[in-house]
């Protein structure tokens, strides 16, 4: 039996509930997704059990990566980073030697049931040939499938396994995400209080275990010492921050707890009408351009900048931010990307969807 866990991030008691839980043995073979370390309680004696356990293996997470990339002097720490290095000086164990095996850790594997990353997967693209940041989920690599991809990876992965990763709780819960049986996602953030989540393979079982507290909020608050200088805070309010950085500081643990209800629930909210955001936009533009084809009986044969003229006379009726997504549409983009590029926050995805589905925008038909 092999048992793949999720990102794990310190929660030692959570790790051994969880092998506990799924019935592991000392000849049972267990493989951690990345992100063993920092933002928990035990970032130290977590990735100490797992580098001496027998049959077990670890693959680079993006936490990792910036461990090793900090001790190369290519990057700067971040807070948790900062804390993790603490944990080992006050545990007396040997950050150095802890770099050292990060240091060797896989960017992925592949099993006879499954391929494994710690982040994305590129579709089409050999793992050989990956991009290590797209492997391990940076900053980076998010950005450079966003520009290059119109939907998201897991939607374009046709693999001839399925691919197990961690790095995003996707679901932004704690069930674990699965994508038409070919993705699985396995981070339903335990430091945050979700879970910490594995799969048994070859059956492809779900074993969880409830996280036993908010560590990053705990941990955040000892070592509130360490904290680096903020930079002054942007003008607008958290609420119009990009999605990623809005989740980004939901993370931190430095929101109010009323903030985090308030902002955590919009952008839940944000997240689950994009699809029907996305197909009353189809239906609207769909219905607006057979406005202009009935308006100019030759509509199809004009050039390509009056037929713009006429669509522009059809959608200036609609608000400004439904206005410029049809505009968008009219280019060639589909949806889903349109959408995504244009609306960033989720103030803006909720904005639009309102001006969508009330009034003279509210779809003929429903999906």
């Known amino acids: 039996m092999t048992l793949i866990i999720g990102d ?81 000086e006050e545990m007396e164990q040997d950050y150095t030697s802890a770099l050292e095996f990060m240091g060797t850790l896989p960017l992925y594997l592949e099993l006879e049931h499954a391929n494994l990353v710690h982040g994305y997967v590129e579709p089409g693209v050999d793992l050989a040939d990956q991009r290590s940041t797209v492997l391990t989920g940076t900053m980076s690599g998010d950005s450079y499938l966003r520009n290059k991809l119109a939907r998201p990876w897991y939607e374009l992965y046709r693999g001839e396994k399925p691919v197990i990763v961690g790095h995003r709780n996707y679901n932004r819960n704690d069930e674990p995400f699965i994508f038409r049986d070919l993705v699985y996602g ?52 958290p609420e119009h921050w990009a999605m990623d950085k809005l989740s980004d500081w939901l993370d931190c643990g430095k929101a109010s707890a009323a903030d985090q209800a308030r902002l955590g629930q919009m952008l839940a909210e944000s997240m689950r009408i994009l699809p029907d955001l996305q197909c009353s936009l189809e239906q609207l533009y769909e219905g607006v351009l057979e406005q202009g084809r009935r308006t100019e009986a030759n509509f ?3 050039s390509a900048r009056d037929q713009g003229r006429i669509f522009d006379g059809v959608a200036r009726k609609y608000p400004p931010i439904v206005r410029q997504l049809l505009h968008r549409l009219r280019t060639g983009d589909n949806a889903e990307a349109v959408i995504t590029e244009q609306l960033k926050s989720p103030a803006q995805i909720i904005a639009a969807w309102k001006a969508l589905s009330e009034g003279e925008c509210r779809p003929s038909a429903k999906r």
Request: hydrophobic share 40%.
């Open 300 to 302: 199809d044969d004009l």
């Open 8 to 88: 794990i991030h310190g929660c030692y008691d959570e790790l051994q509930a969880l092998l506990d839980k799924a019935g592991i043995c000392d000849d049972d073979e267990v493989i951690s997704l990345g992100d063993v370390v920092d933002r928990g309680p035990a970032s130290p004696r977590t990735l100490a059990f797992l580098r001496e356990r027998p049959r077990t293996q670890v693959l680079m997470g993006n936490h990792e990566r910036k461990h090793v990339r900090h001790a190369q002097g290519k990057v700067e720490f971040s807070y948790a980073q900062h804390i993790t290095r603490a944990q080992f």
């Open 186 to 237: 396995l981070d339903t953030s335990v430091y945050m209080g979700g879970a910490l989540t594995g799969l048994i393979l070859p059956e492809f079982r779900i074993v969880s275990v409830s996280a036993r507290a908010n560590h990053w909020q705990i941990v955040h608050r000892q070592y509130r010492h360490l904290a680096m200088p903020q930079k002054k805070a942007p003008e607008i309010a």
